[in-house]
C-alpha cells in the first residue's frame, strides 16, 4: 500500500474525489487523511495533494451546476434516484436550503447526500456563477484541508494502519474490500425498504383525480421546501402548504 501511494498518489487522490463528488459511493476523505499523513514523511507535498485535491472536486461540483441550470429539478430527482438513500438525499438538502440558504454549498460537503444534491440544485435555482464558485470553493477548501489535516495530526496512528495492512498482505485488503462492500450492501438494503414503502403508501396522480372529481373528502398537504417550490411552482388544487 505505502508503494502504491508512492508511485500512483496523486492520480489516486485526483480519481477518488472526483468520483466521489459525482455521487458515487466512494468515501475520498479516507484517502485524504492517509495522503495527508504521508505528507509529514515528506513522501507527498500538502500543496500538491491540496491542488490535485481541489481540482478534481470543482471540476465535478460545475458540471453538476451546469446540469442543474440546464435540466433543473429533473436532474436533482435523478441524482436523488441514484442515492443509496433516496429518503435522506431529499429531505437533508431541502432541510439545509431551508436553513443556511446558499452556506449549504459551504456546509453542505461534510454532510453526505446534501453534498450531493447541493450543487445541481444551486444550478436549478440560476445562481450566480461567480456565487456558485466563491461559495463552493470555500466548502471545498475546508472539506480538502480538513482530511490532510486530520492525517498530519495522526499520522503516527495511520502510518501504523498503514504497515499492518501492508504485514497482512491479500488478508488486508480482502478486509477493506469486505468493509466496503458491508457498507454498500446496507445502504442497498435501506433504499431496497424505503421504496417498499413507498409501493405501500402510494396513490397514482389518475387515482387522486378520480377522487377529487367524485367529490370524497380528502385532505392534500404539500410540505415541499419553499426552495423546491421555487423550483417548480405547481400544486394540487385545494393542497394545504405545511413545513414539515
Known sequence: MDDLFNQYGLPIVFCVVFIEQLGLPIPAQPILIAAGALTVSWQFSAAAIFLIAFLASTISDTLWYLAGRRYGQH??????????????????????????????????????GVSTVARPLAGAMKMEWSHFLLLNGTGTLLWIAAGILAGMLFHSQIMFLIASLDMMGVAGAEILLTLFAGYIAIKWVRRRYFYNQLRTARISADELRELMAHGDAITIVDVRSPSIQQIDPRFIPGALVMDI
Open 75 to 112: 436532474i436533482v430527482k435523478l441524482l436523488c434516484r441514484l442515492s443509496l438513500s433516496p429518503d435522506y438525499c431529499v429531505r437533508e438538502t431541502e432541510i439545509g436550503y431551508e436553513r443556511w440558504g446558499r452556506l449549504t454549498l459551504v456546509i453542505g460537503k461534510f454532510i453526505p
